[in-house]
């Protein structure tokens, strides 16, 4: 089973509007209210894989019945510890004319030590042998930035494969846990190593050093432009065809979805990588987080270009 961590829900409400203007009174919207958070985005791809998945994490009280409605429509497992209070709300504004679309994301409410704790003792009941989990987003105001660590050395003891994808000093934490695999765009690998990485060579030298620190597997995304990947002594060039672009939020996270997937079903490494690309590539062809389709990802990963570098 693949399990996603929701650590930081949130309730996205999405308007689609003909066109934005700061100032003005907009009327008669239409408006999309959607259960979100990254480890929720990535659990709804890998469902729509085909995997049976689960997410386990933090909920807010007053809106848990509305996840567990969602949950249950997406066929998602779940498991939440439950704290008092409401999760944040995102605003996404689509403009039909011009095809813009801006994001408004809110800060989370601020947990202390004690509930990051509980959070921890009740993750580390649900790890079980041979599952996969993975970690994703940046952890809760109050967290301590050892969290990740602490469950990926709890996942490993328990031979349970990890990935962690998130960034700064709970990237730098989680990485001595030593995840089995990792998913830092260009500006998390940048905030790691703290300088400029530029071209394939210089990634490539930089995601080298994260498997000596013990990470099994580097994947390096870089939007548009594809990814990097480095496994054992094999290095990865993987490029996208052109396609056209709508929404570029939540790529990362349907990426992450079919590199868990590519991983249960025991694909190559290449294969492993053309999955999680065309993953990518279908959610940027959509507007909202979590949404692939699932003929698109398969005639995809027939155009998606991988080479030895
Ligand atoms: N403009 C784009 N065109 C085509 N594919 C894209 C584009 N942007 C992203 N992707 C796909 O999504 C993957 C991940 O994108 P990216 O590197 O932007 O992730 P990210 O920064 O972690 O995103 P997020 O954290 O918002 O989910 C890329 O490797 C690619 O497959
Ligand atoms: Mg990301």
């Not at 934005?20 to 729509?48: C, H, Y």
Request: charged share 25%; net charge negative; proline share 3%.
């Amino acid at each position: 089973m693949i399990h996603c961590t929701l650590l930081n829900p949130a309730i996205d409400v999405l308007y689609t509007v003909s066109e934005f203007q700061s100032g003005a009174t907009l009327t008669d919207l239409d408006s999309q209210i959607i259960p979100a958070g990254k480890g929720l985005n990535v659990a709804r791809v890998v469902k729509t894989l085909g995997e049976n998945v689960a997410v386990a994490g933090i909920m807010m009280e007053e809106n848990q019945a509305q996840f567990l409605r969602f949950c249950d429509e997406h066929g998602i497992k779940n498991d939440f510890f439950t704290l008092e209070g409401a999760v944040r709300v995102n605003a996404t504004i689509m403009e039909t004319r011009g095809d813009q679309i801006s994001h408004l994301n809110s800060r989370g409410k601020r947990l202390g030590p004690a509930v990051a704790e509980n959070v921890l003792a009740f993750l580390k009941k649900k790890v079980v042998p041979d599952d996969i989990w993975s970690f994703s987003g940046s952890l809760p105001d109050g967290f301590s930035d050892e969290f990740y660590r602490r469950i990926i050395k709890h996942c490993k003891k328990n031979s349970v494969t990890t990935l962690l994808d998130t960034r700064d000093n709970a990237l730098r934490m989680g990485v001595m846990g030593k995840p089995d695999m990792i998913k830092p765009n260009i500006a998390e690998l940048e905030g790691y190593f703290g300088e400029q990485v530029q071209g394939t060579h210089h990634i490539a030298l930089k995601a080298k050093r994260l498997l000596d620190r013990g990470v099994g597997y580097a994947f390096i995304s870089l939007g548009g432009d594809g990814m990097i990947a480095l496994h054992e002594n094999d290095c990865l060039l993987c490029s996208l065809p052109q396609i056209k672009a709508v929404d570029t939020v939540g790529c990362g996270d349907a990426l992450v979805a079919g590199l868990l997937v590519g991983f249960a079903r025991r694909f190559s490494f290449p294969e492993m990588c053309r999955m999680a690309l065309a993953c990518g590539a279908s959610k940027a062809m959509h507007a909202g987080t979590g949404i692939i389709v699932r003929d698109e990802v398969w005639q995809l990963m027939e155009d998606i270009k991988i080479e030895s570098v």
